[in-house]
Nanobody, 114 residues
Framework: QVQLVESEGGLVQPGGSLRLSCAAS????????MGWYRQAPGKQRELVAA???????NYADSVKGRFTISRDHARNTMYLQMNSLKPEDTAVYYC????????WGQGTQVTVSS
């Protein structure tokens, strides 16, 4: 089983930046991919970005060119660098790890507002 702990989100002004981290523990070697999802009020949870163990990445069209997902295998930590933030990026962001089962972090609130 995999346990995931996310860093705190926060309040950011439009155009600002924020970096989220997700620390994994447990059966790390079983993880073949990790990702970030988000859920805004009244909306379904959606994929933001994902990264495989080999480093391949994919992004939602809405964040391409603004967000960057990365993974530090030595620290068992995944990151999401978010730049040029927009109000529509406001959501609860969830870390996800995929092995035999999907594991989720507790979620962290990101609010983009002036």
């Amino acid at each position: 089983q995999v346990q995931l702990v996310e860093s705190e989100g926060g309040l950011v002004q439009p155009g600002g930046s924020l970096r989220l981290s997700c620390a994994a523990s447990g059966i790390i070697l079983s993880i073949y991919a990790m990702g970030w999802y988000r859920q805004a009020p009244g909306k379904q949870r959606e994929l933001v970005a994902a990264i495989t163990s080999s480093g391949s990445t994919n992004y939602a069209d809405s964040v391409k060119g603004r967000f960057t997902i990365s993974r530090d295998h030595a620290r068992n930590t995944m990151y999401l660098q978010m730049n040029s933030l927009k109000p529509e990026d406001t959501a609860v962001y969830y870390c996800n790890a995929r092995s035999q089962v999907w594991s989720w972090g507790q979620g962290t609130q990101v609010t983009v507002s002036s």
